[in-house]
């Protein structure tokens, strides 16, 4: 019988060398997953004396993917140290930092295997994969969702999934109307809808060491936006005239806060309005304002996330 997408089994491992594969350590929920063997196939372009092409053949291998899923307090640490890189725990206020690690050459991102069942006799082991973006979004009665991209190495057959002591964290999600906003300290009063996005922009290559493969993504030029929609009022006004025509730098702070106290907080240290455009009357609708927000690198750190669960060690 054909199997259906709520058969998915979705687990991830963190590997120890990058592109060897390793077992499972969590389970995650999903709401959709997109991850896929990819291959560069080519011709060989010489003339055959015949009415077709020539022959094809595989000149490279990659395994790309995404997936989207909701922003739990325990497993969303887990997805911002893929996507930053660096965390500091600290035992005393049970918050972990998470930050984007440096340009060096021994900074790197941790690598993951990815082990996806999709409810056949066979499982599919996706290694080497790095997380190389995350969209965070949250709209009036809505939860806190996100959205990952990742760079992968190889997908491998392997044996069904059949640990069933891995299971998915069942607590709730954060959501919208647990959020609030801030820039320089002072709350923006009624957000009807939030986002923040961060890129890696990650690049690898092919070489005569890699063979077939791609050698390990490394981190370029980081980008980091948040996008807010608020009604139209006088306090929205001054913030288009005093920041966003000024070109003033800014900071911004985006937190989430659960009924158990677990929290979320996003943090752009220094920011500019990037946009900000007029809101028009196109009806008798309620007026609102969007704005754009994009980090600016003049001091450290670039962004942080910081999180307080019940996890008392480092992801």
């Known amino acids: ?18 592109g060897t594969p390793v077992n ?16 560069n196939k080519t011709e060989e372009g010489l003339l055959t004396g015949r009415i077709g092409g020539g022959m094809v053949e595989t000149m490279s291998v990659k395994a790309d993917g995404s997936f989207s899923t909701l922003a739990k307090p ?46 056949l006799q066979k499982a599919f082991a996706y290694s080497g994969v790095i997380f190389d973006s995350v969209s965070f979004s949250a709209s009036a009665e809505d939860r806190l969702k996100l959205d990952l991209t990742c760079i992968g190495q190889k997908e491998t057959k392997v044996n069904s ?9 069942n607590a709730k999600s954060f959501k919208f109307h647990q959020g609030s906003v801030k820039m ?4 923006i009063a009624d957000i009807t ?3 923040f996005d961060y890129k ?25 936006t948040a996008t807010f929609e608020a009604t139209y009022t006088n306090t929205i006004e001054t913030i288009r005239e005093e920041k966003f025509k000024t070109d003033e730098i800014v900071t911004v702070e985006i937190e989430f806060v659960d009924n158990d106290n677990n929290s979320i907080k996003f943090i752009i240290p220094n920011a500019q309005i990037q946009a900000m455009e007029n809101p028009t009357a196109t009806g008798a609708d309620l007026l609102k304002q969007s704005i754009t927000v994009q980090a600016v690198d003049v001091d450290d750190p670039f962004v942080k996330v910081e999180l307080i669960n019940s996890v008392t060690e480092n992801y």
């Open 193 to 195: 809808s939030i986002s």
């Open 1 to 18: 019988m054909a199997v259906n997408g709520n058969s998915v089994i979705f687990t991830i491992g963190k590997e120890t060398t990058y």
């Open 184 to 187: 320089d300290n002072a709350t």
């Open 24 to 39: 499972p350590e969590k389970r995650f929920e999903v709401s959709s997953e997109s991850f896929k063997y990819v291959a």
């Open 74 to 119: 325990e497993s969303v640490g887990y997805f911002l140290k893929g996507v930053l890189g660096a965390e500091t725990f600290d035992e005393e206020t049970g918050k972990h930092t998470f930050t984007p690690i440096g340009n060096r050459e021994s900074d790197l991102l941790p690598s993951y295997t990815f082990t996806i069942d999709r409810g």
């Open 200 to 224: 890696n922009n990650s690049t690898n290559y092919q070489s005569t060491d890699t063979g077939l493969y791609f050698s390990r993504p490394v981190p370029g030029k980081r980008e980091c």
């Open 161 to 169: 999934i059949s640990d069933t002591t891995l299971k998915a964290e």
